[in-house]
T-cell receptor, first 113, second 114 residues
Framework: GEDVEQSLFLSVREGDSSVINCTYT??????LYWYKQEPGAGLQLLTY?????DMKQDQRLTVLLNKKDKHLSLRIADTQTGDSAIYFC?????????????FGQGTILTVHP | NAGVTQTPKFRVLKTGQSMTLLCAQD?????MYWYRQDPGMGLRLIHY???????AKGEVPDGYNVSRLKKQNFLLGLESAAPSQTSVYFC?????????????FGPGTRLTVL
């Protein structure tokens, strides 16, 4: 079955880089996603990567995908206090999956001044 | 555009009471989803719909029912609430394109069952 795992907590100092890791088990994943949830709010898509790519950069965000090890990471450069949130990785498959996403447990990122 | 909206934002129920959560989207999305979020467990899919008049079970459907009578609305019902249903409920919608599934989420409903 499908399974997505993340570590639950990460604490960094303002200005440092943050790296959030995720592992998944479904080798038929077509896209992998990073969502951000701020306190008291819903989830918002931060970025995504197609499964045949190994890296994607978007401003302060870098996504790395190691398909062989089924490992996904999100690096946030120059982390700010406004980046404090819960970060979820998720995966989807094409075909008849009806757009369903499988989410990890979420990593709570705390940024200290 | 309002995006995805949910009502109510908060609710407290007693065990055995019933209620309906309403999700509305104005993006003309075909697919809609109901999730519950519990600490340390991420989001788990309760039910979903791939179009008006259709519904299907997700990962944790027991104790919930849904209806999609209009394309823009997706209702989640609890017929007889239990304390185990205390959670934050999120609705999402999307139109998958070529396998890319960007789901748009509502702000959530925080439900407490006493």
């Amino acid at each position: 079955g499908e399974d997505v795992e993340q570590s639950l907590f990460l604490s960094v100092r303002e200005g440092d880089s943050s790296v959030i890791n995720c592992t998944y088990t479904d080798s038929s994943s077509t896209y992998l996603y990073w969502y951000k949830q701020e306190p008291g709010a819903g989830l918002q898509l931060l970025t995504y990567i197609f499964s045949n790519m190994d890296m994607k950069q978007d401003q302060r965000l870098t996504v790395l995908l190691n398909k062989k090890d089924k490992h996904l990471s999100l690096r946030i450069a120059d982390t700010q206090t406004g980046d404090s949130a819960i970060y979820f990785c998720a995966e989807s498959r094409g075909g008849t999956s009806y757009g369903k996403l499988t989410f990890g447990q979420g990593t709570i990122l705390t940024v200290h001044p | 555009n309002a995006g995805v909206t949910q009502t109510p934002k908060f609710r407290v129920l007693k065990t055995g009471q019933s209620m309906t959560l309403l999700c509305a989207q104005d993006m003309n999305h075909e697919y809609m989803y109901w999730y519950r979020q519990d600490p340390g467990m991420g989001l788990r899919l309760i039910h979903y719909s791939v179009g008006e008049g259709t519904t299907a079970k997700g990962e944790v459907p027991d104790g919930y029912n849904v209806s999609r009578l209009k394309k823009q609305n997706f209702l989640l019902g609890l017929e007889s609430a239990a304390p185990s249903q205390t959670s934050v409920y999120f609705c999402a919608s999307t139109n998958p394109v070529g396998g890319l599934n960007e789901q748009f989420f509502g702000p959530g409903t925080r439900l407490t069952v006493l």
